[in-house]
């Protein structure tokens, strides 16, 4: 998982937290550089506080200070889980103070989504290519009648890019950096693996975006309702998604089949209410947005995979 994932979560764990340990009293606050002789700098209000702690201390101390004190995240997970629509309701018509700000909830809740992702069905599983494999795509590699077919759209491709008089390097150099780029992958399928661990959650949450643009624009004539709405809207959605799949993964080694296909069921029912509530909209308009929203998260999903796979693949073969 990358590096800046991973630091964005982990200090909006510490961010939860209403008595983080202030270490970093007596210094010169990070924020404005004045000197610290309290819990908080002085001058611009920071917590004199560092989150650079060992991971397990870290999450202890911020989960015990926030389930006895700070009741926020007892106060948002509920209602979350089981009202759907309602948070963004409350949290759009200013009812924040009591609850987790989405964007840190989103956080939390995606970094712990991968960690058992990666933990339970790590990609290296799946890409563990036998030798009879990799021996089979050498040899379609190698085969001149596949080097031909490529060799014929490629030159179809390059008279029409002559045409555009956009220059070309040759056919040959086109169609070995193809085949540098498999073997390369084929020889480190370790790092293949951990690339896509690291591209995966990075560009995973372009989801987000893509659904505040698409409830922007299924809302388009819903004047009472604005951009920032949706985008709360859309943070409480993807994060339903990631506390619930997470569970999911957890609780699948014991679960009946079926469990499965209610869940399914269990998302429809959650994202249409939601959007009957946090939209204030009838039946049948949340039906029917429920209905394009499904279509332009496919086509989200489908192309977020296929670019991690390519990024991966690219990055594994210039290293």
Known sequence: MSTEFETAAIASIGGLASRQAADLSGQACRNCGTHVTGRYCENCGQLAASFHRPILGLMSETLADTFSLDGRLSRTLPILLFRPGRLTR????????????????????????????????????????????????????????????????????RESLARADIQVGSSDALHSGVENRIRAILNNQDLFAAQIETWLPRLGILLVPMTIIALALLHAWRRSLYVYDHAIHALHLHTWVYLTGTVMLLLAPILPGFVSWLYALSFLIFVWRSLMVAGDSGRIMSAIRLFLLLLIWNVGIVAIVVATIIISGLSVSSN
């Open 90 to 157: 409350n949290y759009t018509r200013g009812l924040r103070a009591r609850y987790v700000p989405p964007f840190r909830l989103f956080l939390l809740a995606s970094l712990l989504f991968y960690l058992v992702l990666f933990a339970i069905a790590p990609p290296a599983r799946y890409i563990n290519i036998d030798d009879a494999t990799r021996a089979e795509v050498e040899r379609s590699l190698s085969d001149a009648q596949a080097s031909e077919i490529v060799d014929q759209v490629e030159t179809q491709t």
